[in-house]
């Protein structure tokens, strides 16, 4: 991977082909490379955070004050704290008694008072019973769970669909925050787009952990879904802007690589903190030095020519060459005589079927819209194809990803798993994308994991370890196609609409997380 980054060429291939026999490390370009992948791991953190924020532990409905025995099944006990190792959901209710001797019956989301109980406590009580709602709030099982927002606002029995609403409302604001940012970044470029939304994500992240009730803690994560999105969407285009053809296929994937750091950073924070708000202030805190080198970050050369401002996109050839150590020799007039060979990842046509380099400035100006990605029957097909891979993949990601947590055992280590077998998918993705295209790389991978999603529908509930091969498997597989996807709609959409193109697909992708 490394021997493959020092192929970095002298002014960046992604900014001309005509100086590929100027092959040099380029240190300015690595620095930024490395910087703009380093805030990706946030975004992996933020769209799995979820897992452990609204999760619920063992609950019953409230019991009375003064309790002086518990009783369930065969254990018995003086408190309920004692008889949580023995309880099961679903394995019958929890009978207590008080120091007044009323006997109670303790469900999940119901009491009944015994009527003549009697002074004898049993389990099994054939005689009349007052059943009442849970009037008095639940009591939780916090050996394992410290706090989250389950237990501080009871989103539990009739308000439990408000806790399972917390992520689809993210995923609506990763495919709003995909759609607009990738358009945005279009217009007004790449640079201010990656520096707002990581302002906004950090201060976002932070504001989540202080939020005092339930409809304020959705509402700030479904803006920290827009940022993180933003980011996401718009940090491919950048490194694919600023990296020659030969690097491009491992540089893309390695931002992929940071998303499952951030995974597999979830799980490791998770386990040793068990209080929501801290360990949604330690997520958001993980990637917060970025801030101190985003405002350093320059606008790519290639979305200056865009838009026809010539100037500064030699003053940045200028500025790249002497922080490389090199003469400044690379002119922009060099590049626009040959962008038609120097940009592969540029596509030839766009909706007059001019290259995007050789429209004139007043042209290059025009405002993108989506309907530009149909702008030709070959564009339209193109798009299409790539939406629907963007929804296949996103739907298996995140049914391995969210479903890793219930395939029995520990479920941190599961979802860390989760997250650390993407690290050689992305190897095996950029060897086989290398040599034998993407087409034949994605196919198959597709397919892998569809196999082992179905196999895992037979797979017995006892057999836990065959369910997390057959799921590590599935992620394993899914993880190359949903990674090469990103990088595939980069290189096939042309400079002024592909953050478009890349924002379009993630609403898809999105679509098939929910």
Known sequence: MTAKLSEWEANGEAVGASRRKRAQTDRYQACLYFAAVFQAISCGIHYLASVFLVETPKFLCNAPDNITDVVFGNHSATSLRDIWGAYSPGGGPVVVRTAAGEQWELSRCQRALRADAGDQLRYVFNGNKTVAACATGFVYDLSEVHQSIVTDWDLVCEREWLAKLTQPTFMLGVLIGALLFGDIADRVGRRPILMATSLCQFVFGVVVAFTGNYYFFVVMRFLLAMVSSGYLVVVFVYVTEFTG????????????????VGIMVVALVGYLVRVWWLYQIILTLSTSPFLLFCWKLPETPFYLMAKGRHRQAQTLLDNMAALNGLPATLKVSDLIEDSGEAAPMVGKETQTGATASREPSSRAERKMSILDLFGSC?????????????????????????????????????????????????????????????????????????????????????????????????????????????????????????????????????????
């Not at 053809?245 to 499952?260: D, E, M």
Request: charged fraction near 10%; glycine fraction near 10%.
């Open 245 to 260: 053809s030969k690097v491009r296929t491992w540089t893309s994937l390695h931002v992929h690589a940071a998303f499952a």
């Open 378 to 514: 070959k564009m339209a097909v193109r798009t299409l194809v790539c939406w629907a891979i963007w929804f296949i993949g996103s739907l298996g990601y995140y049914v391995f990803s969210l479903g890793s947590v219930n395939l029995g055992g520990n479920q941190y280590i599961n979802l860390f798993l989760a997250g650390a077998v993407e690290i050689p998918s992305y190897l095996v993705a950029c060897f086989a994308m290398d040599r034998v295209g993407r087409k034949k790389t994605c196919a198959p991978a597709l397919l892998l994991s569809g196999v082992a999603c179905m196999l895992i529908i037979f797979v017995p509930g006892d057999i836990e370890v065959l369910a997390i091969v057959l799921s590590m498997t599935g992620k394993f597989a899914v993880a190359i196609a949903f990674g090469l996807i990103y990088l595939y709609t980069c290189e096939l959409y042309p400079t002024v609409i592909r953050s478009l193109a890349v924002g379009s697909g993630s609403m898809m992708c999105r679509v098939g997380s929910k």
